[in-house]
């Protein structure tokens, strides 16, 4: 079988689908080439079920990149108004949970339907169950899979990152990536839950725990909630760190971002017969606020504990340092970071500068976003720049 198209995009993920959708209704033949039997599986479970399809607030400080400005253009040229507009074209009821997250109040499965839908507009083809063997560039592109070959002067990479593998995500474009000559910044878990050992190790007894923070890592500071685990630190706060984290760096958590600096000092003059123990008790889960005064070591009361015990012990509430051993890896990983370097790809366009006619959009490009539907906005804004240069 041979067919020929416009343009052939490899995935039919959050960016493969839109991309399709868009191209074909600006009159472009277009393919899309799906390994699942089914398309959009990481729509369907994200944001608990309900897709956190986008954040009202995105932009470009929200993304991590080697450059930081790569995203401007597509992310001004495509905005998060702009999504919302299509979703309520679809009469999709939403609302905003928190932080300019903006989720579907029924299911994901409706953004999926909804993209399909808007692919079926443009007479865009979906073929599921395509398991690509192997890409030719020559002229055109030939991509070869089990039961064909298609080839067409564009050829549009949308595979993403190899986030949760056991859903089949891959480093499919990475690997294609290099045989065409482009470079990968080193892809990385981001967005994941982070691992504790050595005297760390300790906290994990308070699995199951939370409690509304400030995590801070590599100078960028997040404040949500963190969870304890069984393995370590989760929750939004460490999840958003997490991304900025490497190897070697300590976390650190402000475990009372509301008290005045003085806070322990000031009780000791109105409450001296108080104990650091029950006041903190008053700010932070019970569980947690005695694994933080045992590992203080401060007992007794107030009146009788020194100042220098007292600042000491409310400086280290302010600044407490985790030494995370590692991360739960690309199988807890929400997105990848890392992927193909921006330095190969025309920001306008998303096309790679060295081979005209390839182009690179969603999270397979070294641009990750935050948690908070940013990443949806990165794969819708990258595929709108993309199908409007096809
Ligand atoms: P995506 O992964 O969506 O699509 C890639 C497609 O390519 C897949 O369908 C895959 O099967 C296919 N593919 C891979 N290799 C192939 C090959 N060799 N041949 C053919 N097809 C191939 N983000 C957000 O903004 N809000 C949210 O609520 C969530 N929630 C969330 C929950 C969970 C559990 C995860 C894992 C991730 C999220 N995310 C998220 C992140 C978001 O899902 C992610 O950033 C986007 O799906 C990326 O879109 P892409 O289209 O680039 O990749």
Request: a neutral charge; one cysteine or more; charged letters at 20%.
């Amino acid at each position: 079988m041979s067919d020929s198209y416009d343009a052939i995009i490899l995935g039919g993920g959050a960016a493969g689908l839109f991309c399709a959708a868009r191209a074909g209704q600006r009159g472009k033949r277009v393919l899309v080439l799906e390994k699942s039997e089914k398309p959009g599986k990481k729509i369907l479970i994200s944001g608990g079920g309900r897709c956190n399809f986008t954040n009202i607030g995105a932009g470009p400080a929200n993304y991590l990149s080697a450059n930081p400005h790569f995203a401007k253009s597509a992310l001004a040229r495509y905005t998060p108004r702009d999504f919302l507009e299509l979703v309520e074209s679809y009469s999709i009821a939403w609302h905003e949970k928190t932080l300019g997250q903006l989720f579907c109040d029924g299911s994901a499965e409706q953004v999926v339907d909804m993209l399909l839908a808007e692919c079926a507009k443009g007479d865009a083809i979906v073929k599921c169950a395509e398991e690509i063997q192997s890409v030719d560039k020559a002229d055109s592109f030939t991509v070869i899979t089990q039961t064909g070959s298609y080839s067409a002067p564009a050829l549009i990479m949308a595979t993403g990152g190899p986030s949760i593998p056991k859903m089949g995500a891959t480093g499919f474009a990475y690997d294609l990536a290099r045989q065409l000559g482009l470079k990968v910044v080193e892809p990385r878990p981001a967005l994941v839950p982070l691992t504790l050992g050595g005297e760390d190790v300790l906290f994990r007894e308070l699995s199951g725990v939370a409690a509304p923070i400030v995590a801070e890592a590599n100078k960028t500071r997040f404040a949500e909630a963190a969870l304890f685990t069984h393995r370590g630190l989760s929750g939004p706060a460490i999840l958003q760190v997490s991304s900025y984290w490497r190897h070697g760096d300590p976390v650190v958590i402000d475990f009372l971002p509301e008290a005045p600096t003085d806070w322990l000092l000031e009780a000791k003059r109105d409450t001296p017969q108080a104990n650091a123990r029950s006041l903190l008790r008053e700010h932070l889960p019970q569980r947690l606020a005695d694994t933080l005064i045992h590992r203080l070591a401060l007992s007794g009361d107030l009146g009788n504990t020194p100042d220098k015990n007292l600042r000491a012990a409310q400086d280290r509430l302010k600044r407490w340092s985790f030494h995370p051993n590692g991360t739960e890896g690309f199988a807890k990983a929400e997105v990848t970071a890392g992927g193909i370097s921006t330095a190969e790809l025309s920001s306008k366009s998303l096309e790679a500068k060295r081979v005209p006619g390839l182009y690179v959009i969603g999270e397979a490009v070294d641009v990750t976003g935050w948690l908070g539907g940013y990443n949806f906005q990165w794969a819708w804004a990258s595929a709108a720049a993309a199908a409007d240069a096809l």
